[in-house]
Nanobody, 118 residues
């Protein structure tokens, strides 16, 4: 499975960004897709995840209803989105997506930088 993340950028506090994660390859074996982030000098932390069938979603407490994860179920799209609203400077990090094939977060995409600054 290959994952390609995109959509990061520079945004002012209170602004919004939508990240995309496109999966390819053995996507039929994916159980979940998740988003993680890592800020400079900090450990990588879990942000959100979605079942590949789109029926269940999960969020870290700090998203506080600001983030929404979704999946494009159109045939062949294989894209998971992370809509991020009301962004705060503390959200600044490299965001990466990962695929869980059953035993855990086995496949990772490259990160996309999100910078929240005035």
């Amino acid at each position: 499975v290959q994952l390609q993340a995109s959509g990061g950028g520079l945004v002012r506090p209170g602004g919004s960004l939508r990240l995309s994660c496109v999966a390819s390859g053995r996507t039929f074996s994916i159980s979940r897709v998740g988003w993680f982030r890592q800020a400079p000098g900090k450990e990588r932390e879990y942000v959100s995840a979605i079942r590949w069938n789109g029926y269940s979603t999960y969020y870290a407490h700090f998203t506080k209803g600001r983030f929404t994860i979704s999946r494009d179920n159109d045939y062949g799209k294989n894209t998971v989105y992370l809509q991020m609203n009301s962004l705060e400077p503390e959200d600044t990090a490299v965001y990466s997506c990962a695929a869980d094939m059953g035993p855990g977060w086995e496949y990772w995409g490259q990160g996309t930088q999100v910078t929240v600054s005035s």
